[in-house]
């Protein structure tokens, strides 16, 4: 059980490349910038869409929870950890979320795991491959028979549809916008299918809350179409770190009262809770940040594919650049660190073998010098490592990024 452990040495972390994981940054500077191994580089490796994590408001809010409650609560919310705080924002992320309640959890992670209890033999789930690892988990726990359908193939999910049981429940799992590739979920024909096989929705709006929709509120808004249950990570366009689950209240209280996830764990902590309830405020008054990261994923996508990259699928400001190979995947984020560049190297299991990316992401706090120099960086270091060809191509499909109706081009 043990002995499957004993391969992992630190020699096989620099054999496999994996030494690039963990890697501690020190000094962070607005969250765009962070001291690596002695030098400054460009973080494009975080989810900070909104550029909130170094807000003054909503480091203010933070701190000021930490002088009133303290670092911690000590405890679960169900006996003693539960403040009027996270019932503020719990009140606020559902409305926000157009639903009647939500729950706050430490974790994105644990929001997904709350749908656990909701899950069992009775239940037919219907997972999209490319879903985020939280959402398998949970249908690993909850042990429903499973169903996975072709990333974004709605073909297929109608097929795996009509193929099961009729006397089970059937429950959709999407993520809004997918964290690798990048595309969004195809909600209007999700919606369509499970009406007409009487199956529930649940969205993991992680990605999509603060970036798609009129108001920022993710993919349902986008499309103006309601899922029964949406989760989400606090730790992106919120700029803390915890999840929440919003749906139907008696689901929620259901939840709130018999889901481990929610019951045996300690409390999100004051600082978290407060920062995500500033950020949620900033989120909602200051709709330029969200055209500002939304234009510079734009740039960011098209100047990128300019050079020869491969971009995929995406839409969003999930940049995941193709580099297909687990060493030059490595070697590549490798190379960018010294080009000045902090980028995200996703091999498995967060991708299939073979299908190794680097994830780039500005933020609205990045600023137009900061995507001049990622450009330039990646033209370097793209040619080195023959990802691009040596002269960019005479023309490439450009992407259109999905914007909120009202601030389309
Ligand atoms: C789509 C999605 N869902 C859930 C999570 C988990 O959130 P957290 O990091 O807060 O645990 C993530 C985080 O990476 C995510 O990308």
């Not at 994996?18 to 765009?32: C, E, H, L, N």
């Not at 003054?56 to 701190?63: G, L, Q, Y």
């Not at 606020?92 to 157009?98: T, V």
């Amino acid at each position: 059980m043990l002995d499957k452990a004993r391969i992992w040495t630190p020699e096989h972390l620099v054999a496999t490349g994996r030494q690039a994981y963990f890697r501690p940054v020190s000094g962070w500077y607005g969250g765009t910038e962070v001291d690596f191994e002695g030098r400054r580089l460009i973080m494009t490796a975080s989810h900070d869409y909104l550029g909130l994590s170094a807000d003054p408001r909503v480091r203010e809010a933070a701190a000021e929870a930490v002088h009133r409650f303290g670092t911690s609560l000590g405890g679960s919310r169900i006996i003693n950890g539960s403040l009027e705080l996270h019932e503020r924002l719990e009140e606020r992320l559902a409305a926000f979320l157009g639903h009647e309640a939500a729950l706050v959890l430490p974790s994105g992670f644990q929001a997904n795991l709350m749908l656990a209890p909701l899950m069992d033999q009775g239940t037919a789930v219907f997972t999209d491959f490319a879903n985020h690892a939280s959402l398998n988990e949970a249908v690993r726990l909850g042990s429903p028979v499973k169903h996975t359908f072709l990333h974004g193939n709605m073909t297929h999910l109608e097929r795996r549809l009509a193929a099961a049981d009729s006397r089970l429940a059937k429950l959709i799992l999407t993520d809004g916008v997918f964290s690798v590739d990048g595309d969004v979920c195809d909600l209007p024909v999700l919606t369509e299918l499970a009406r007409a096989h009487g199956a529930r929705i649940v969205l993991d709006s992680s990605h999509d809350l603060g970036m798609l929709g009129a108001t920022g509120a993710g993919v349902a808004e986008h499309f103006g179409l309601t899922a029964d249950l949406v989760t989400s990570a606090l730790s992106k366009s919120l700029a803390s770190v915890g999840g929440v689950i919003a749906g139907p209240a008696h689901v929620i209280r259901y939840l709130r009262h018999n889901a481990p996830a929610a019951i045996f764990t300690a409390a999100a902590a004051p600082a978290n809770v407060a920062a995500a309830l500033a950020a949620l405020d900033i989120l909602q008054t200051e709709p330029h940040r969200r055209t500002r990261l939304l234009d510079l994923a734009e740039r960011l996508h098209n100047g990128l594919r300019a050079l020869g990259f491969d971009t995929g699928t995406s839409t969003t400001p999930i940049v995941s650049v193709k580099v297909s190979g687990q060493d030059r995947c490595f070697r590549t984020w490798r190379r960018l660190c010294e080009a000045g560049v902090f980028t995200g190297p996703i091999s498995h299991p967060g991708v299939a073998r073979g299908r190794e990316v680097l994830r780039i992401t500005l933020t609205a706090a990045h600023t137009d010098h900061h995507l001049e120099h990622v450009l330039t960086a990646l033209e370097a270091v793209g040619r080195k490592e023959g990802i691009i060809p040596d002269s960019p191509p005479g023309t490439h499909t450009p992407v259109t990024i999905t914007r909120p109706p009202a601030t389309a081009a």
